[in-house]
């Protein structure tokens, strides 16, 4: 985007070149308490940076976000609205100070939000955590490069449990990961969702994954939501193209009698969206309404829980179930 006359760094000081990049556009949902809502799409869709703005590490140019009734804009010089709210990364290998012992890196939120400064009773928490999350008491005196990455990921929950939250914003918790460890910690994520009633937001790639620990799924695309629906009926009917097109690129699912539709190409560049909807390049279902017009998420003829922003449902043109070739 720079002018090859003139040399970059001087265009840039003039602040020419400059163009707005909307990473996330009219994503809107709600996640009731208890449950988990999970996020996919490919890289680079968003849905990393809706966690990062869910939490407040970005501000939103527009919008807002809503916790148990208050703006968090408004919210976030509150040290205990930011404790109820934790987020625990992708790399367990980067989220961890490796100078620190891990008892201190379990203490230091506990420390940071006021919550004890009894040295004793510091310890005793950090040892109920690391018990929580399958690991031993002793394990505090280590640090982290002696653990695997699993066991990594084990003391990263406990950090961000350490402040006894109510919402885990989880982004990518687990695809640093072998699938066998994957899915020992989806499940210490599941159990302690059970034990300690927490809401999580949960961003994957990986539908498998998602299957397994979600209530209700949202799957973007280029930086808006194309479909949001239960999780069982995201995945037993999807209505979306592009939820079409994920689907088929499980390998091991279940696709018998569910219509294919191969989806060619690569996803645009945000820089310079397609202009109506932003699938259109690539799906087969395009026509001339879908280049023109960005489809607004609504029900879904047939399965009303799901909302899909997709003129061909609207219409009624999807033929869900009927074979592609008589769809296109
Ligand atoms: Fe395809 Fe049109 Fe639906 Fe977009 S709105 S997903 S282009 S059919």
């Not at 994520?189 to 979600?214: C, E, P, W």
Request: charged share 25%.
């Amino acid at each position: 985007f720079f002018d090859v006359s003139r040399p970059p760094l001087q265009r840039l000081l003039a602040g020419e070149g400059k163009r707005m990049l909307r990473a996330v556009d009219g994503v809107s949902f709600s996640i009731p308490k208890g449950t988990t809502l999970s996020l996919v799409g490919e890289s680079g869709c968003g849905k990393s940076t809706v966690a990062r703005l869910v939490v407040g590490l970005y501000s939103p140019t527009r919008g807002s976000v809503i916790f148990d009734g208050r703006d968090l804009a408004e919210a976030r010089a509150d040290s205990t609205q930011r404790r109820r709210m934790q987020m625990i990364f992708q790399d367990p290998y980067a989220s961890l100070n490796p100078r620190w012992r891990v008892r201190d890196i379990i203490a230091e939120p506990i420390r940071a939000f006021g919550l004890s400064k009894d040295k004793a009773e510091i310890e005793a928490r950090v040892g109920q955590l690391l018990t929580q999350v399958g690991l031993s008491p002793l394990d505090g005196a280590k640090f982290p490069h002696e653990f695997s990455g699993g066991q990594r990921q084990r003391i990263s929950i406990a950090r961000a449990l350490s402040s006894n939250p109510e919402f885990l914003v989880c982004d990518e918790p687990t695809s640093a990961l072998d699938v066998s460890v994957q899915a020992q910690i989806l499940n210490l994520m599941k159990d302690l969702q059970q034990r300690l009633g927490l809401t999580y937001l949960f961003i994957s790639h990986n539908l498998a994954v998602v299957r397994q620990v979600s209530d209700r799924v949202g799957v973007m695309y280029l930086g808006r939501l194309v479909e949001l629906a239960p999780a069982e009926t995201l995945f037993e009917t999807p209505r979306h193209p592009y939820t079409r097109a994920l689907m088929e690129a499980i390998p091991d699912l279940d696709m018998t009698g569910r219509q294919r539709i191969p989806v060619g190409g690569e996803v645009p560049s945000p820089i310079n969206p397609p202009s109506g909807c932003p699938f259109h390049p690539r799906c087969p279902l395009a026509n001339d309404r879908c280049k023109a017009e960005i489809p607004a998420m609504m029900p879904a003829r047939g399965t009303p829980q799901t909302l899909v922003a997709c003129h061909a449902v609207e219409e009624g043109r999807d033929r869900m179930g009927a074979p592609l070739v008589e769809a296109v």
